[in-house]
């Protein structure tokens, strides 16, 4: 059998949506390369142009593909993918974890759900976690994907922490996960809209929304509902470029800003509820 990759070329602000939509259709990871094109595998020619066709049909998204060398792309992909230091937090692959991890270890495995640790976006938003969380908090994860946020902040010590998913098969790899971790007494996850559910969920003390900017602005009521006073909300999912114009929302929404994070191109903020 011959793996073909399919080539998208989305712009900028689409990234991530694109992102997503790839790994929601195909079922696997991507691959994000220096020049912004997103690459994906199918394993015959008539399923690579039929996605090209619906990239360029469905997300209005110049793509391509072409023939690749006999090599199992369903497990290829995890070349490259690596253990990851953030402050006291490790985050390991599934297949790189060993029987013995450290307890601040947080093993990975996001079969077709997005949240490795690998993209820029995922990785600022732990950084502030790490940064911010303290013992005891009650939490909640916007658009929480693998778990990854959640799950990192279990084994940080939260009191107890939820993920908010509207993908149910995202939330059944996210539930693998936490198990695990050995955190799924305290971390669990529901399938909704997070606008609707985060208010009804709180107070909580540390919020996770690692979504795109356009989201992160349109969830900012639900949001500063769902925090108790002073509790603080880490944003993510936004390229650098874009930090100016969500920076501006947040006095409007009634947060300040405590601290942002950049990495590979993309940008977090830690924000306190006033």
């Known amino acids: 059998m011959t793996w073909w990759a399919v080539d998208a ?5 689409r ?13 696997q990871a991507i691959e994000e390369r220096g020049d912004g094109t997103l690459v ?6 008539p399923e690579a142009h039929a996605l090209v066709a619906e990239l ?18 369903s497990v290829a992909w995890r070349e490259g993918i690596e253990s990851r230091t953030f402050g006291r937090l490790i985050v390991s692959p599934s297949w790189l974890a060993t029987a013995d991890a450290d307890p601040l270890t947080v093993v990975i495995d996001p079969e077709s759900a997005f949240g490795s640790g690998e993209h820029g976006s995922t990785r600022a938003a732990l950084t502030l976690l790490e ?14 994907g693998s778990g990854i946020l959640a799950i990192a902040a279990g084994r940080l010590g939260a009191g107890r922490a939820v993920g908010i998913e509207l993908d149910p098969e995202s ?8 198990e695990r971790n050995g955190v799924s007494g305290r971390v669990r996850f529901l399938e909704g809209d997070a606008g609707a559910l985060a208010p009804l969920l709180g107070p909580v003390d540390l919020l996770l929304s690692n979504i795109l900017r356009t989201v992160n602005v ?47 191109g993309w940008w977090a903020v830690a924000a306190r509820r006033g």
Do not use: K
């Open 56 to 73: 360029e049909r469905e997300q209005q998204v110049p793509a391509g593909c072409r023939p690749l060398q006999q090599v199992d792309w």
């Open 131 to 144: 940064r911010h969380l303290a013992p005891g908090d009650h939490v909640l994860d916007l658009g929480s």
């Open 218 to 264: 349109a969830l900012l009521p639900a949001i500063y509902a769902a925090l108790r006073p002073g509790g603080t909300a880490i944003f993510s999912g936004m390229e650098s470029g874009e930090a100016p114009l969500f920076r501006a929302e947040l006095p409007r929404a009634g947060f300040s800003e405590v601290e942002m994070v950049e990495d590979g």
């Open 15 to 27: 990234r991530a949506a694109v992102g997503e939509w790839l790994v929601s259709r195909t079922g």
């Open 171 to 178: 939330n059944l790899i996210a539930a693998r996960n936490a």
């Open 9 to 13: 070329r989305p712009a900028s602000e």
């Open 40 to 45: 994906t595998f199918a394993a015959s020619e």
